[in-house]
């Protein structure tokens, strides 16, 4: 390496330099607010006369018996949407890669498409489609699949419905990247050796397509098990997640610490879900091929 | 019966992009709808009222306005601060390296709601006043980490013997920056900005959260909500995904011209036509 700097501590130097403002700011307002959520979520008293610190740590039990059920919808929604989104990712991303020919492009954009409009806007479109009197809920009503019920909006179905549309396009690009990545010549040297087309694709394609599968259900889990837009747009209190609770304990009834306990105890959930997942699955999926220095 | 099954991805396959873009159309079909009540939610009647009258509610311009100020300086802050850290990952090699990736990525492994949460923990405790302010503070944290993604992404492919050839050629190092290695970054980085864009004008949970009495396009709409949402919000979003996809593909286009400028220049053949020795020494040196 000629040139840069001739001055070799300086040139240590550099790196720090050009790190430095971006990570204060990452440490000052995503680092050190975790600390003041956690210390927030310890504190007992009320609004009126002001939360004082006393490692109260009953908040966390109480929240959680207080918001069990919320907590519970917010996985079980969150995972049967990332399997449907999944479901429906898989084969998009396949078509996108292998098939779509000089269409690739146009297809990737439509993918992304979706984030062009505003999320809540998207999701009010989904109340326009959904709602009672629409064509998609009438011809499925006719066909008897709503159990007797004529309205789709205010039930699990739509809400996970929402949230599966909302966050597919996180689950079709990790996995159209590691599908693209795949040499084909080694499906072709797996249809040599005389497997059927299946084989190749469950021995060889899947197990390759592996990291984008494992980092797209991350990136829809995640999002998706903090979401309460599509609630409130699609549900109703009856289907009420566990960023609902937090929502309006932080906001309306200003229950701070109940509210920083919920959302503390997401988040160790989250992080120890994500760890599990890479231990299980790889770690370079979450943090990006770890290239080398140039 | 085998065309079917031959054909079963295409077919699957299509019928998800209908998917994706079924509400996109409604969006936009909407906007020239002519509601009886005061829910723009099912269709009533083709008016075209929405379009000529877009900017004629004073609180919704107000947000918009708010929106787009917010949009931009963020961008700004969080373009810069990206691509510095983003120089820094790709290039140096310095203690602290995997902790400094791994505060990158942590952020995108969290909930919005949680981002939000800490965030007001933190103003709550020092009884920071809501508003303006906090809102930057927000979006240029939580752009940060997709700007990083984007122009490492950018730089990993990068060809060093250019800006090698610069110094060699007398450049300082500052020109050498200003005139090659910006100039070839640049699709990235505009990339980056974009996105970062996107997701400010587009948040609605942190700044939920932490906008006070501040309103924002998507917090507009939110509180819009609960007494119908005025059509032109409709033809608005239209607008804004009209010029988000002039400006994706004047990116996409500006990156397509990159690429074959760089593709003119020659790669490791040496100048000559007839192969030299092959891996002389000091033939490909850098």
Redesign the interface.
Known sequence: M????SNPRRR?L???A??G???I???V??????Y??G??ALRSGTLETGFGFSWEFSNFSDALSRYDENFIRSFLYAGIATLIALL??Y??A???AF?AGRWK?A?L???V??????????T??????L?D??FVVETIGSLGLLGGSDRLLATPTAVIAGIT?NF??FMVLPIYASLERIDTRLIEAAKDLYSSAAQAFWRVTLPLSAPGVVAGT??TF??A?????NVI?LGSSNQSMV?NA??SL??SLRD?PT??AL?FM??AV??AL?VIYIRFAGSEA???D??E?? | MRWLRHHAVTIFGSLAVLYLLVPIAVIAIFSFNDPEGKFNYSWSGFTLDHWTGAFSIPSLNDALVTSLQLAALSTLIATILGTMIALALVRHDFFGRRLANFLIVVPLATPEVVIGAALLSLFVSYNAALGFTTLLIAHVMFSISFVVIVVRSRLIGFDRGLEEAARDLGASAATTFRTVTLPLIMPGVIGAALLAFALSIDDFVISNFNSGQTETFPLYIFGAAQRGIPVEVYTLATILFGVTVVAMLFVIWQQARAERMAAMLPDDEPYGTTPAIPSAPGATGG
């Open positions: 000629n040139g840069e700097s240590r550099i790196p720090y050009l790190l403002p971006g990570l700011w990452l440490l307002f995503f680092v050190i607010p975790m003041f959520m210390e927030l429906i990712a084969p998009l396949y078509m996108i098939r492009n297809l954009f439509v993918v498409a979706p984030f062009f409009t505003t999320y809540l806007i998207r009010i479109a989904w109340t326009t489609i709602s009197d629409s549309y597919l396009p991350l990136l995640i999002p098990a903090g979401d309460y837009i747009f960023g937090i929502q932080y906001l701070y509210a920083a959302s997401l988040m989250i992080l994500v979450l943090m990006g770890e290239e220095v140039r």
